[in-house]
């Protein structure tokens, strides 16, 4: 199974990506995670990637393709991924389709969540982090026992400021502007499958098992 999961912030794509790595044992590559690992094992990549990161500076194409070669070349891939995170943009989606013609690897499907702007709003500004050890809660499915202290380890939680309502809907402009292109770009090949966000949290799981993937 080769998956790519689309989706705008707070759509629920860490959600419905854990419910498919609880199923299916294949790789799960987040971009951020992978950004992050060659930073932090020092890889020329990495160093390449961090002088971009420090700066709040997009990570160029080449390097984060480059990164995905290698990542899609290691053996817990060989059972098949899931992407997450990647590609953002048409020009990403081009990049990633000759990478994979390089790797003889064919992509299953393209699953989008698609979410109400007013839905994906509501649900992220009800977000909030422990500070201490990073667990999720949400005021208004999973709040703390105490307000505004974790019931794992008693720390301060606390809504972060890219929660907050302006920065929300900038994000979503954003995504909007970026994905457009390219779930049309899905869409034109074939490989488009688009879900409710708002199903249950085993949606994406359900259309897997139905296409027997």
Do not use: W
Request: some cysteine; aromatic content about 4%.
């Amino acid at each position: 199974m080769r998956i790519i999961l689309i989706g705008a912030p707070g759509s629920g794509k860490g959600t419905q990506a854990e419910s498919i790595k609880n199923r299916y044992p294949i790789a799960h590559i987040s971009t951020g995670d992978m950004l992050r690992e060659n930073v932090r094992a020092g890889t020329e990549l990495g160093k390449s990637a961090k002088s971009y990161m420090d700066s709040g500076r997009l990570v160029p194409d080449d390097i984060v393709i480059a990164m995905m070669e290698k990542r899609l070349s290691e053996p817990d891939c060989d059972r098949g991924f899931l992407l997450d995170g990647f590609p953002r943009t048409t020009a990403q989606a081009e990049a990633l389709d000759r990478l994979l013609d390089k790797l003889g690897i064919k992509l299953d499907a393209v699953v989008e969540l698609s979410a109400d702007d007013e839905v994906v709003v509501r649900r992220l500004m009800a977000r909030r982090v422990c500070k201490n050890c990073g667990e999720i809660y949400n005021t208004i499915s999973r709040p703390t026992a105490r307000d505004g202290v974790c019931d794992k380890c008693g720390g301060d939680v606390v809504q972060r400021d890219d929660d907050r309502e302006e920065v929300i809907r900038r994000r979503l402009s954003v995504f909007r502007e970026q994905t457009a292109p390219l779930i049309g770009y899905y869409r034109n090949k074939g490989l488009l499958v688009t879900i409710d966000a708002a199903s249950s949290k085993d949606a994406v799981l359900k259309f897997l098992e139905e296409r027997h993937l």
